[in-house]
């Protein structure tokens, strides 16, 4: 792996070079063995929190884990193409704009002893915009060369939180033409839905259940690309036990041996219908 910076990272992408890399501010890795027509992310992957934070937080790492999507980099590990946040989402969140990037407060609870140094925001802000040119980047250099792009935007949430049933898998659709690209909507969801996996775990996949696919990052990309699916897809947290901090690496290992052709077949199929004949 590299460490590069920003325009580094930049200019490969535009010369079509294959490489796997950090930023150089450590905040997120970019992953790119082979240009394919589509893109893994995994934008809450990370855990990092600047110890220049520390003190003045008043969340605990345990409230932190339980809110950031641990693994979910580790379910498209071994795609062609990958781009993961490495930072925690409580020192900036990938998955909102710039305005809302920096929580004053997190899931109901005040997150700051006392109000973050305009200096510290743009910190996290300043990561926040590089990680979205790299995006950019990345997404009209892939969309240009296929006539089409399909992202894979994994994500993971808390199930047991929910008075309801609730589904193993959410896609979250209300940001993208479901008209125009419904029949790749619905062959994800069944695709997800006949997942098998371990310990006696049913693998049930709705749409629109329990997110709507809000996030900054499938905004942004749709936004720029027209020809760009973005699919926000969501994993109950049934590969980890979400209270003791316990991952069941027999669950994320299913869960990637799966992905690893249900992605590129569904891709191939989406691409042979919009890419460029």
Not at 122 to 142: D, G, P, Q, W
Not at 161 to 169: C, Q
Not at 236 to 245: G, H, N, R
């Amino acid at each position: 792996m590299l460490r590069l910076s920003i325009e580094e990272i930049i200019k490969k992408i535009a010369q079509e070079d294959a490489f796997h890399a950090v930023s150089d501010d450590y905040s997120f890795t970019l992953k790119i063995e082979a240009y394919v027509p589509y893109i893994c992310g995994a934008v809450h992957d990370g855990h990092q929190f600047r110890k220049d934070l520390w003190e003045n937080c008043l969340h605990t790492e345990y409230d932190r884990w339980y809110e950031e999507d641990p693994q979910t980099k580790a379910m498209v590990a071994s795609h062609p193409i990958v781009i993961a946040g490495c930072d925690s989402r409580f020192e900036y969140d990938l998955n909102r704009s710039p305005e809302d990037a920096v929580f004053e407060t997190a899931w109901g609870k005040k997150l700051w002893k006392a109000p973050l140094a305009n200096s510290e925001k743009e910190k996290s802000l300043l990561k926040h915009a590089n990680f979205y040119r790299v995006v950019h980047a990345l997404t009209a250099k892939i969309e240009s060369k296929f006539g089409a792009a399909i992202v894979y935007d994994m994500h993971s949430y808390n199930w047991k939180r929910w008075d309801r049933e609730v589904p193993t898998w959410n896609l979250g659709t209300s940001n993208v033409d479901n008209v125009r690209f419904f029949h790749y909507i619905e062959s994800w969801r069944q695709s997800l839905s006949e997942i098998e996996l371990p310990q006696a775990i049913l693998s049930t996949a709705a749409i629109n259940d329990t997110f709507k696919g809000n996030g900054y990052f499938l905004k942004f990309i749709t936004k720029n690309f027209e020809n760009t699916l973005v699919l926000a897809t969501e994993i109950a947290k049934v590969y980890c036990d979400e209270y003791k901090q316990i991952i069941y690496p027999e669950v994320v290992n299913a869960v990637e041996v799966q992905l690893r052709t249900k992605i590129k077949d569904h891709a191939a199929k989406f691409i042979a219908e919009f890419g460029r004949q």
